[in-house]
Each structure stands twice: as C-alpha cells, then as structure tokens.
C-alpha cells in the first residue's frame, strides 16, 4: 500500500524533473544565441540590443547599426502558433524609397516544381545554373530579370554552396533574407551575416526602381 501511494509522487517528481530539463536546455540556448550575436555585432562593427528579462527568460537581441551606409538588422521572429510554431532568424536592409518593386526569391524544391508545372510564377534570368538552383518571384518580372546582375547572381550561389537556403524578400521597405531556426546555431549566424551584402544590393536595386 505504502509503495502504491508513492506512485503519484513519484509522477509528479519525474514530470517536474523534465520540466527543469527543459527550462535548463532554453536558457543555455538564449546563452549560446547571446554570445553568438555579440560575436556577430563586433564583427560587423554594430550594436548588441538586448532587453529585460521576465522570469528569468530574455527575449531575443537583435544586433542593429549601419552598413553601406543603410539600417540593418539581425533578428528573430515567429509564424504560426501552437505545434505549427515556427521561430526564424533574419537579416533585413531597410530601403530608402521603395517605389513599389516587390521581389521573392526560394531555393527550388520538389514542391515548388510541381508549382511551377500547374502554372506558379518562376521567372528565368537566362543563366542556367541560378535558374536550376532557384524559384523567382516579382510584381515586375522584366526589371526583376535586369535587376538579378551577375554579381548578384553569383553571391547568391555562393552563398548557396554554404547552406543558405532560406527565403529572401524584398517588399515593404526592406530586403530580407530569413531561414528556419535560432541564432545559437553558429554556422546560421555565419550564412546570415554572408547574406548581408546581397540584401544590400538589392535594397539598392529597389530603390532605383521605376513603375
């Protein structure tokens, strides 16, 4: 009987024991994400902003500044909720005056090419490796086209080669480049801050644009 009455206790022991787990797991990454920004931050010659904690959990820095001479931003943000929750990290260059030019831009995947063969937007640019390697889409296809430079192109490849196969944007007055995940993954702190020049060119892309 004694042993039996022992049973919930016991319960109720091991569920607490996996919640400290957990709880110790979260704030050696919010550490490791910490140290990874600041590293990040020195390198780049910009500014660590962090903010309070709440219950012992801080929310996550950014690292913000200037760079060829345009507001940047490495942050992290969340879609969805519940079991869908999905953080991501991001890279963003802010853009002086839009004019309207939207741009998006995905790595091909099997999915996307079944998008594609029932009529999904991919843009071609005439250069066959990028067009294998990505899914391109504008609001202005023509200018988007142009607008993809060699150098541009060849950045993007490079940085392909390295892991990068996130999603970039461009559209509400900024470049962004964003990949699933959180900023205590060192080699994703390496291919965001690799990612940072090409967002810049293509904020400047967009601001030349003419509708």
């Not at 660590?48 to 490495?74: C, I, N, Y």
């Not at 202005?140 to 430079?149: G, H, K, R, T, V």
Request: glycine content about 8%.
């Amino acid at each position: 009987m004694i042993l039996l009455s022992l049973i919930p206790f016991a319960f109720v022991a091991l569920f607490v024991g996996f919640i400290a787990v957990a709880i110790a797991a979260a704030m050696r990454q919010q550490r490791k994400a910490r140290e990874n920004l600041s590293g990040l931050a020195s390198r780049l010659g910009l500014e660590l902003r962090r903010r309070p904690a709440t219950l012992g959990f801080e929310p996550s820095p950014t690292v913000e500044g200037r760079h060829r001479d345009r507001q940047v931003r490495f942050f992290n943000f969340t879609t969805g909720s519940g079991k869908s929750r999905t953080t991501w990290s991001a890279v963003s260059a802010a853009i002086g005056s839009a004019g309207g030019f939207a741009l998006e831009l995905a790595p091909e995947t099997f999915l996307s090419r079944i998008g594609i063969a029932l009529g999904m937007q991919d843009i071609k640019v005439g250069d066959p490796e990028f067009d294998r390697a990505f899914v391109v889409r504008s609001n202005d296809p023509a200018y988007a086209s142009a607008a993809l430079l060699p150098e541009i192109r060849a950045r993007l490849l490079s940085e392909r080669k390295q892991g990068a196969r996130g999603h970039l944007t461009v559209k509400a007055g900024e470049a962004r480049y964003a990949e699933v995940g959180a900023f205590a993954d060192a080699a994703r702190i390496d291919r965001l801050a690799g990612m940072l020049e090409v967002i810049c060119d293509l904020a400047e892309v967009a601001e030349v644009y003419k509708a």
